[in-house]
């Protein structure tokens, strides 16, 4: 294996060339604003950032495109990247000021920089929480800023300032853009001789102003970061598909960077070449229904149809007529389960799953009884789905383990009656009683169920009368997250953070709404919108009026009353009367 160096501009100008590709056994871009944020932080500060792996090849291999633009493949050889194309597309996007292709979009990486950075580090990453739930995200808006979400919706516009002007780089926000300070990380590298731009933007008119040169200097060390030398790793031509997939799965899997799905997408391509193609041309069909499910999931539901269980461990023993009939058949079975979550169950967006796991089973199901079920079955699956989902089926212990329970019961012959037994014994009770929901915050399984039961009763926008939904469209209807006690006035009255957020104050209403109400009073704004749309915008979410509740001092009767009137609303909707036992 050789030693080689190269520059990040040499890399950018490798991939923009085309002359640097990616094999087919990689898996797509996936960094959000924030990975690329920290990784440009790094940089600029010097820090290691690993090596890249490539592999110089005359064999003709099945390739994928970059989520940057590329020219068309040269006549010269060319090399495949095994390992740093995230880095290096992120490179490519923001230093180039080209845009990414993800998830059959296009979207910008806006960063800013920050002229009055402090010195030194202040700011310490956050570890990134892969399981977080995807309701969160629901509203996508095709970007991922910086800008307070609806769970800071309550923090003032000074707490937030405060925070950015201790960072060195942040994603791009129409405020920020705004001020003096924040330059456009983009458009530093594409105006390479230009310092006095961005020095005049910056509200500087003469070199004796104390800050020209310190800011001189910060720019010029940004610009550094294109002659960032990466060591790079090149595999030998010698060296066939099989052996460089090997390869390719064996520095991941020491490194930990990668998942197991993507590794076994790298042993599955050596074997099925093309089937990548096929892979991300299904999943897109499933974007395109309001699915939009990780790769990881179709190839998982593809190793459940064709050997009967989900781990990954049995991918390299599985022949290649193996991997197209559990592809085919895994296809069947999730049609069936996104058919039946959609038109059955109102669960239209992964958004509103506790685990995708559920449509895994749901589809191994379907496909066990060759898609005929009874009446009778069809409401008894109907149950075991909602329950399973509310209760966090796949969300509790080993998640792999508990789908291959399911997939062995349903292999089995096992029918909603064993599944439901399952669930009972793994939750104890299939009611929900009111002080479950004690202490939950919006990641708890049971908050996809409220939204459920709520969007069932009616449920409506508080200001524009909008039905509750993820799909609707612009930041003023998209769906939030509103505390009913805003957080600001419960920190002054000296609740704690898990109380804050505990879902019994949370209620599903549009951005506009949201914003309108800020951090007034319940007792204050409850009546006034009573008195202009009637109560039903609140007894369809169960949050009570009664004036006597809605003093910040009788937060915790409120937060019991409601948690009260919601297991009942949810004990109704999943069919479950309340468990003496």
Not at 29 to 43: A, E, F, I, Q
Not at 220 to 244: C, H, T
Request: net charge negative; with cysteine.
């Amino acid at each position: 294996m050789a030693k080689a160096e190269a520059t990040v501009e040499e890399l950018v100008s490798k991939i923009e060339r085309g002359e640097l590709r990616l094999p087919e056994m990689q898996r797509r871009y996936v960094w959000r604003s924030t990975r690329v944020r920290d990784l440009l932080d790094s940089l600029y500060r010097g820090y290691p950032s690993g090596a890249i792996l490539i592999w110089e090849t005359d064999d003709e291999v099945a390739e994928q495109p970059f989520a940057v633009d590329q020219q068309v493949k040269p006549a010269t050889k060319t090399q495949l990247l095994l390992d740093g194309q995230q880095r290096l597309t992120s490179l490519s996007a923001v230093i180039r000021g080209k845009p990414v292709r993800v998830n059959g979009r296009v979207r910008p990486i806006e960063l800013l920089f920050n002229l009055e950075h402090p010195d030194q580090l202040s700011v310490i990453s956050e570890v990134d929480d892969d399981t977080a739930d995807a309701l969160e995200d629901s509203g996508d808006n095709g970007e991922d800023g910086e800008e307070a979400t609806e769970e800071e919706a309550d923090a003032s516009e000074d707490e937030l300032q405060k925070r950015f002007n201790r960072m060195t780089f942040v994603v791009a926000t129409r405020k920020l853009e705004q001020l003096p300070q924040w330059v456009n990380v983009s458009e530093v590298f594409q105006r390479k001789n230009d310092i006095t731009h961005f020095l005049k933007q910056a509200g500087i008119t003469s070199l004796d102003d104390p800050r020209a040169e310190r800011y001189t200097q910060r720019l010029n060390r940004l610009r550094g970061i294109s002659d960032y030398i990466y060591r790079m790793d090149v595999l030998e031509r010698s060296l066939s598909y099989d052996e460089v997939t090997e390869i390719f799965v064996r520095v991941n899997s020491l490194g930990a960077k990668l998942r197991s799905s993507d590794l076994a997408l790298a042993q599955i391509t050596a074997k099925w070449r093309g089937s990548l193609q096929i892979f991300q041309a299904y999943q897109a069909d499933c974007s395109k229904i309001g699915f939009e499910l990780d790769l990881g999931i179709h190839l998982k539901n593809l190793v459940a149809h064709a050997t009967g269980q989900s781990r990954f461990l049995t991918v390299a023993n599985l022949r290649l007529e193996q991997l197209q009939s559990g592809w085919d058949d895994g296809c069947r079975g999730i049609d069936f389960a996104l058919n039946l979550l959609r038109s059955n169950v109102g669960i239209t967006s992964p958004a509103l799953l506790a685990s995708p796991f559920l449509v895994i089973s749901l589809g191994f199901y379907g496909a066990q009884r060759n898609y005929s079920l009874s009446s009778d079955e069809a409401v008894g699956l109907l149950r075991w789905v909602l329950l399973a989902n509310a209760k966090g089926r796949y969300s509790r212990g080993s998640s792999e383990t508990l789908l291959d329970q399911d997939l062995k019961t349903i292999r089995e012959g096992g029918t909603y009656i064993e599944l439901l037994e399952r669930l009972r014994t793994q939750v104890g009770r299939l009611d929900i009683a009111p002080e479950e929901l004690d202490g939950r915050s919006q990641r708890s399984a049971l908050f996809k169920t409220m939204f459920l039961a709520f969007q069932q009763a009616g449920a409506r926008d508080w200001q524009t009368q909008l039905a509750i939904a993820l799909s609707h469209v612009g930041s003023a209807h998209q769906l939030q997250f509103h505390h009913i006690f805003p957080k600001a006035l419960l920190k002054k009255s000296g609740y704690s953070t898990r109380e804050i957020d505990d879902i019994a104050n949370l209620a599903f209403i549009g951005g506009r709404a949201n914003r309108r109400i800020s951090d007034k009073a319940p007792s204050s704004y409850i009546p006034e919108l009573i008195a202009s749309n009637g109560d039903q915008p609140f007894t369809s979410q169960c949050i009570p009026t009664d004036p006597a509740l809605l003093p910040t001092g009788c937060y915790r009767e409120f937060l019991a009353e409601r948690r009260r009137s919601i297991a009942e609303r949810l004990n109704a909707f999943l069919g479950s009367p309340r468990d003496s036992s």
